[in-house]
């Protein structure tokens, strides 16, 4: 996934080593396309508390990694 510049690589890999609640997230300007992007794609997001009025919500990339896809973030406020 590429976008302004900045690459997030999501790479299957045979034996991955997955942090039990590590993540990394992911701002996104349009919420609702991505979610169902995600769903279409056959991942599946699992909405999550809003946090600063924000939706967001958690998915795993196919290495097994928590990914949070969030609609805002207190810098974006």
């Known amino acids: 996934m590429e976008r302004d510049g900045t690459q997030v690589h999501l790479m299957p890999v045979d034996d991955p080593v997955v942090p039990p609640s ?3 997230a992911v701002l996104v300007t349009d919420y609702e396309a991505t979610f169902a992007a995600l769903r279409d794609a056959g991942f599946e ?7 600063w009025g924000a939706a ?3 998915v795993r990339n196919p290495a097994g990694h928590r990914v949070e896809v969030m609609a805002g973030s207190p810098a974006r406020l």
Do not use: A, T, Y
Not at 45 to 51: D, N, V
């Open 22 to 24: 590590g993540h990394h």
């Open 45 to 51: 997001p699992e909405p999550r508390k809003e946090h």
């Open 56 to 58: 967001r919500s958690f």
